[in-house]
């Protein structure tokens, strides 16, 4: 969670010993030659400076061995890191449920999530996208995200600013193998389905604020990369899901904090602006939750109204009680996009208090 109540990280630093020789033979004869080792030690390949590590956001690469799999009726196709529902409806309608800042496999969490999901029940979802800080093990990650793939809807997961790379990584590993209808999109970018187009950017752009020390930062580098995904998606809506936000302005903006500032990344705001981003979900900021903006931040669009421009912020289906920055307190939130014909709504579930 990205807020200037919290400490940032120290940064880790190394220091790399390297071994020195030193020797000048008294005479001109030549010196014996140093034994040769008996198998060169291999080079380890590293990420290239300036961009994600690799379980974190893979490079867009759409092309490999087609892999093929099934959520209930539907079929899709894996190639690289795209993923295309091979299978059609007669409408141009989809409906997203959206999860987000889980961060534990508490009681009272699994009770949200079972909640919520009946909302998207309600509201005829037909995918479900899990937008970060799904728990702070490999176990929680596992548990949290059992009851949401029974569902045997489409699951869209990325990881957030909270979990560790690996514990995310293996669990999506374990969870996909049983349930193949959960896909990680820290490996697929792009996920084309029948009426719309997602485009993960998986982690978060401040290293200050991601809590794991080996927890996933995304970098300008892997921003200007993410133009050729969007661009992949060809003419479907693209939604873009990050789960941290975008730099906006003004009170109402999906990035404002209890402490009055908009704590976005300017870099993702330039990527929406340069490549026609319409629409788009974004959970970090809880207290910003639950509400639909405008691309600037400074316009609220109002739930159930189609809006040819909309990013969400779903907030947190995390229970433990949080001020709200209307004033109010929430313990649990969740939301379900609509996109139609191009056009995007949303609706907001309100956990209930708890009785006092």
């Not at 809590?211 to 133009?227: M, N, R, V, W």
Request: charged share 20%.
């Amino acid at each position: 969670m990205h807020r200037s109540r919290l400490r940032p990280l120290p940064l880790a630093s190394a220091l790399v010993a390297l071994p020195l020789a030193f020797g000048c033979p008294a005479k001109k004869e030549k010196a014996p030659e140093a034994p040769k080792a008996a198998t060169a030690p291999k080079e380890v390949a590293k990420t290239p400076a300036g961009s994600a590590d690799p379980l974190c956001m893979a490079a867009w690469n759409p092309a490999g061995e087609p892999k093929t799999f099934q959520a209930g009726e539907r079929a899709f196709q894996q190639t690289g890191t795209q993923v295309v529902e091979t299978s059609h409806d007669e409408d141009a309608k989809a409906v997203l449920g959206v999860l987000a800042n889980i961060k534990e496999d508490t009681e009272d969490n699994l009770a949200n999530i079972a909640a919520a999901l009946a909302f998207f029940k309600d509201k005829g979802a037909d995918a479900i996208v899990v937008v970060g800080d799904l728990g702070e093990s490999q176990s929680q990650i596992e548990n949290v995200l059992k009851p949401v793939a029974a569902t045997g809807l489409p699951v869209f997961t990325i990881i957030g600013n909270r979990e560790k790379k690996s514990d995310y990584s293996n669990a999506l590993k374990a969870i996909s193998a049983a349930s193949p209808n959960v896909v990680d999109m820290n490996q697929a970018r792009l996920v084309k389905l029948d009426d719309v187009a997602l485009v993960s950017i998986p982690g978060y752009y401040d290293k200050a604020y991601i809590h794991a020390e080996d927890g996933c930062q995304y970098f300008p580098a892997d921003l200007s990369g993410t133009k050729a995904v969007i661009k992949a998606a060809g003419t479907s809506p693209v939604v873009l899901v990050s789960h941290g936000p975008p730099r906006q302005e003004g009170s109402e903006a999906l990035d404002r904090t209890l402490e009055q500032a908009n704590v976005g990344d300017a870099n993702l705001s330039r990527l929406i602006e340069e490549s026609g981003v319409k629409l788009g979900i974004f959970s970090n900021i809880q207290e910003a939750g639950g509400k639909g903006t405008d691309r600037t931040g400074q316009s609220l669009v109002k739930p159930g109204t189609p809006s040819d421009v909309l990013f969400l912020n779903p907030g947190a289906i995390d229970a433990v009680s949080w001020e709200m920055n209307d004033g109010s307190r929430s313990t649990g939130m969740a939301a379900v996009m609509t996109v139609d014909g191009g056009k995007a709504s949303f609706d907001v579930f309100r956990v209930p208090a708890p009785a006092e």
